[in-house]
């Protein structure tokens, strides 16, 4: 069975501050990673993947197969940063499983 | 333009009524996904398809029933609604190679059964 696990709900940083969101996941084969996003009022849309391992908006994550994790980074958190975030992972070909998300909120 | 479409947006609806709701693509997808979302909550995944004529079961169990008999159309489909089924319904598609493909989602269709 796969899993993912995101263990913070809500993650509040300050405008400029350094963002981590956790992610970590279960499975037994090559895990595909990736990281989506949902502004308000949208539809949910990729970020970033980790087969890419590129930087978008700013924001990285790298797999760690050993402590199977995907943490989403971002050194300088901004103001349109807000939004939730969910790590996925696609397992066995097919599936698509979801975290259970986390709320970024970023205060002035 | 290719885009992914969930229609009716938002539905309102009374207990034992049948609803299908209705998910189209126009980007020659071959995988398709229903997920279904509480405000706030995770994605839970409720059926998927790897093609025309194959469709599976997610990860949630669900008494919606879901069928691909064309590429582009994956409508899912409750034979008799109840209270318990009010939520948002997701739909999305992907390519089935190469790995990393990106799922594209639709807007979703906010069900409320009374």
């Known amino acids: 069975a796969q899993r993912v696990t995101q263990p913070e709900k809500l993650l509040s940083v300050f405008k400029g501050a350094p963002v981590e969101l956790k992610c970590n996941y279960s499975?037994?084969?090559?895990?595909?990673l990736f990281w989506y996003v949902q502004y308000s009022r949208q539809r949910l849309q990729l970020l970033l993947r980790h087969i890419s391992r590129e930087s978008i908006k700013g924001f990285t994550a790298d797999l760690n197969k050993g402590e199977t994790s995907f943490h989403l980074k971002k050194p300088f958190a901004q103001e349109e940063d807000s939004a939730m975030y969910y790590c996925?992972?696609?397992?066995?070909?097919?599936?698509?499983?979801f975290g259970t998300g986390t709320q970024l909120k970023v205060e002035l | 333009e290719a885009d992914i479409y969930q229609t009716p947006r938002y539905l309102v609806i009374g207990t034992g009524k049948k609803i299908t709701l209705e998910c189209s693509q126009t980007m020659g997808h071959d995988k398709m996904y229903w997920y279904q979302q509480d405000p706030g909550m995770e994605l839970h995944l409720i059926h998927y398809s790897y093609g025309v004529n194959s469709t599976e079961k997610g990860d949630l169990s669900s008494e919606s029933t879901v069928s691909r008999i064309r590429t582009e159309h994956f409508p899912l489909t409750l034979e008799s609604a109840r209270p318990s089924h009010t939520s948002q319904y997701l739909c999305?598609?992907?390519?089935?190679?190469?790995?990393?493909?990106?799922?594209?989602f639709g807007q979703g269709t906010r069900l409320t059964v009374v």
């Open positions: 996925a992972l696609g397992g066995g070909g097919n599936k698509l499983t």
């Open positions: 999305a598609s992907s390519e089935a190679r190469p790995l990393g493909t990106e799922a594209f």
């Open positions: 499975y037994s084969g090559s895990p595909e």
